[in-house]
Nanobody, 120 residues
């Protein structure tokens, strides 16, 4: 099995910062692209940021210049540094990773989500 566990969510005032982390664990051969998605109440899940295993990062227009995605391959962990947070960033944030497992091949895995609330 593969588990993705997010941490770092919480309540922050507008203009504040948060750092999300997502650690992958389990029995796998390799992790490919990792990303963060979010889902606000009544809205569809949307891509926030994506980081391949080598190559350029990709951001939603709404978070460019405010959010930074990074990864530590030695720790199988992806991070999302969020700055200048706005109320519209309020959502459940989900970690996603493409993982290769013996006998299964490549498959997408999701974390259970962490709540980010931006409010004064």
């Amino acid at each position: 099995q593969v588990q993705l566990v997010e941490s770092g969510g919480g309540l922050v005032q507008p203009g504040g910062s948060l750092r999300l982390s997502c650690a992958a664990s389990g029995n796998f051969v390799r992790i490919g692209a990792m990303g963060w998605y979010r889902q606000a109440p009544g809205k569809q899940r949307e891509l926030v940021a994506l980081i391949p295993n080598g190559g350029n990062t990709n951001y939603a227009d709404s978070v460019k210049d405010r959010f930074t995605i990074s990864r530590d391959n030695a720790k199988n962990t992806v991070y999302l540094q969020m700055k200048n947070l706005k109320e519209e960033d309020t959502a459940v944030y989900y970690c996603n990773a493409g993982v290769s497992r013996i006998g299964i091949g490549w498959k997408d895995y999701w974390g259970s989500g962490t709540q980010v609330t931006v409010s004064s």
